[in-house]
């Protein structure tokens, strides 16, 4: 909608994870780091966690690109609560073979066929589970299990594990004990800082032809940051809106004041307390009621499923905590200041005693 307004030559804000549009600050560059190296020792699991939005299927997403894929067969699957039985039927059909309806033993003899089969070809085979933090222990039994395959010494299956900061905690309990000696290499991917925001959202701008219009007052980037924490999900989904915005009111230049209007428009928008149905959305935790929920909001269907895909005492719960950091960092700015007005005061006292 606005991209013509501003010469764009495409929405430089998408939601989707492409590769293409890749930034990478240096928790994502160090990610990757791990990753190719977890990669290069071709066994065992490599473990990625991050908040939701942080970059972690994109990350992934970049790295796949840079494979060579006659060399390394990968299978992503995306786990939505997978026992341990549906879990290995999900395996076999993302390493695309044929499952029929057989008993288990005939199901992990056919993986394993099918991994041995890659060793002459010079191959082998990667699954990543992406979301892993929604898989139940027996289905974290289940891949370690297969993770056992060998061929001569060799390891035939190597396992991505990419989830949310759950995903951390359930690897440090007791039950994750003999799943935890075979990871090689585990990351954690934190927010992006002040300076990486703005590089980011001027990377993102430049992918689509940027230069200079609309043109952003540097103040805008801080607050950017501040409001979104540096998740580059939230950051998306605020600059969409942004130059959305700006675009209606066909502004070429955006500054703060900018920004802050389509915070608090978003704050009317999702700000109200829990009514009944939203409660009642929660309480079931089913993603067909937010859908539907989203549905019912065309504006911000284009520009912000980042809200409407997490529940609304998630969402006011992490824009109380946003509130509360800006808050602190506000008084320790000011803490600063008199601390510094204090010092200066003592050093003219000293200097007015002869
Ligand atoms: N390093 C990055 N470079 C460019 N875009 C990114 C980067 N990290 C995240 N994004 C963008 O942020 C959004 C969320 O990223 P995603 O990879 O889906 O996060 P996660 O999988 O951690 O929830 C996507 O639109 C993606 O394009
Ligand atoms: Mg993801």
Redesign the pocket.
């Known amino acids: 909608m606005f991209e013509r307004f501003y010469g764009l030559s495409g929405s430089p804000f998408?939601?989707?994870?492409?590769p293409s549009?890749?930034?990478?600050?240096r928790g994502?560059r160090r990610a990757s780091s791990y990753l190719q190296f977890g990669l290069y020792q071709g066994e065992g699991f490599i473990v990625l966690t991050?908040?939701?939005?942080?970059?972690?299927?994109?990350?992934i997403r970049s790295l796949l690109q840079q494979l060579e894929s006659t060399k390394v067969i990968a299978a992503q699957l995306v786990s939505t609560q997978l026992d341990a039985d549906s879990l290995l039927r999900a395996v076999a059909t993302a390493f695309g073979l044929v499952v029929k309806d057989g008993d288990k033993a005939h199901l992990i003899a056919q993986l394993e066929a099918f991994l041995v089969s890659l060793v002459p070809k010079g191959s082998r085979a990667l699954l990543i589970v992406?979301e892993a933090q929604n898989l139940a222990p027996e289905a974290i039994e289940e891949l370690r299990m297969l993770s056992n395959f060998q061929l001569q010494n060799r390891a035939l299956l190597q396992s991505f594990l990419i989830g949310q900061p759950e995903l951390r905690l359930m690897m440090r309990s007791s039950r994750m004990q003999q799943l935890r000696q075979r990871v090689i290499a585990s990351y954690h991917?934190g927010p992006l800082d002040a300076d990486e925001t703005r590089a980011?959202i001027e990377h993102?701008m430049k992918h689509v032809g940027w230069a200079g219009d609309p043109k952003f007052e540097d103040e805008v980037f801080d607050l950017v940051h501040s409001v979104t924490g540096g998740i580059?999900?939230r950051i998306?989904t605020l600059c969409n809106r942004t130059l959305l915005a700006g675009f209606l009111s066909e502004k070429h230049q955006i500054g703060v004041r900018d920004v802050e209007e389509v915070i608090s428009e978003f704050n009317r928008e999702f700000g109200e307390p829990a009514t009944e149905d939203h409660d009642l959305a929660i309480t079931r935790a089913d993603t067909g009621v937010l859908v539907k929920a989203a549905e019912s909001m065309p504006a911000m269907n284009s520009g912000a499923p980042m809200v409407v895909a997490e529940p609304p005492n998630l969402i006011n719960l992490e824009r109380r905590i946003m509130g509360m950091e800006r808050v602190i960092s506000i008084t320790v700015n000011l803490l600063r200041q008199v601390i510094g007005m204090k010092r200066s005061e003592t050093v003219l006292e000293k200097r007015k005693v002869p």
């Open positions: 998408r939601l989707s994870p492409d549009f890749f930034y990478g600050s994502h991050g908040e939701v939005g942080a970059g972690k299927t994109t990350l992406d991917l980011y993102r580059p999900r998306n």
